[in-house]
T-cell receptor, first 112, second 114 residues
Framework: GESVGLHLPTLSVQEGDNSIINCAYSNSASDYFIWYKQESGKGPQFIIDIRSNMDKRQGQRVTVLLNKTVKHLSLQIAATQPGDSAVYFCAENRGSNYKLTFGKGTLLTVNP | DGGITQSPKYLFRKEGQNVTLSCEQNLNHDAMYWYRQDPGQGLRLIYYSQIVNDFQKGDIAEGYSVSREKKESFPLTVTSAQKNPTAFYLC?????????????FGQGTRLTVV
């Protein structure tokens, strides 16, 4: 079965609010994680990544938090905008060969 | 601009026919990948290639074939053996095989069996 999954399949927020998208993983050997954004009918776009030797990484309006103790990953989006509406996937890297395993995704809807 | 180009964007196939999806990249990336995405699902790995003239099966390779004759190109053939080929297909590349490396994706090909 899936080793990377999401707690919430859908998330609806008001414009300007902060959004938090969660992801659980089961493989403790995973050492690299990526968040992707996918708009309807398009390919995924890289948002931010984090290695297992870190617990937090910040980008522009986004922060990724990694809790290895409970194998949990989250993506925080500050001041969410309508253009942030999309499906967000977390992905983990396993093993020495590059293979990303994706979760099912969370649909984020931003209401004006 | 560098990137990954998938073509066509939409493709229709009759049952029993093979069809080939194109993926070209000008990023000078060594590794390329094909994923399948079904509605409401995550991406599943079909095949990947770490270097020219070499490729490996992913998690759902049955009914698919690939070739990697050139660094820039990684075409995917959906054969008649693939029983449920209707899906959104995504090609990706990474600068090198191995962990800790970001994948760049194309815009996808939506394949429909008619």
């Amino acid at each position: 079965g899936e080793s990377v999954g999401l707690h919430l399949p859908t998330l609806s927020v008001q414009e300007g609010d902060n959004s938090i998208i969660n992801c659980a993983y089961s493989n403790s050997a995973s050492d690299y994680f990526i968040w992707y954004k996918q708009e309807s009918g398009k390919g995924p776009q890289f948002i931010i990544d984090i290695r297992s030797n870190m617990d937090k990484r910040q980008g522009q309006r986004v922060t990724v938090l990694l809790n290895k103790t409970v194998k949990h990953l989250s993506l925080q989006i500050a001041a969410t905008q309508p253009g942030d509406s999309a499906v967000y996937f977390c992905a983990e890297n396993r093993g020495s060969n590059y293979k990303l395993t994706f979760g099912k995704g969370t649909l984020l809807t931003v209401n004006p | 601009d560098g990137g990954i180009t998938q073509s066509p964007k939409y493709l229709f196939r009759k049952e029993g026919q093979n069809v080939t999806l194109s993926c070209e990249q000008n990023l000078n990336h060594d590794a390329m990948y094909w994923y399948r995405q079904d509605p409401g699902q995550g991406l599943r790995l079909i095949y990947y290639s770490q270097i020219v003239n070499d490729f490996q099966k992913g998690d759902i390779a049955e009914g698919y074939s690939v070739s990697r004759e050139k660094k820039e190109s990684f075409p995917l053939t959906v054969t008649s053996a693939q029983k449920n080929p209707t899906a959104f297909y995504l090609c990706a590349s990474t600068v090198a095989p191995g962990p800790n490396t970001e994948a760049f994706f194309g815009q996808g090909t939506r394949l429909t069996v008619v």
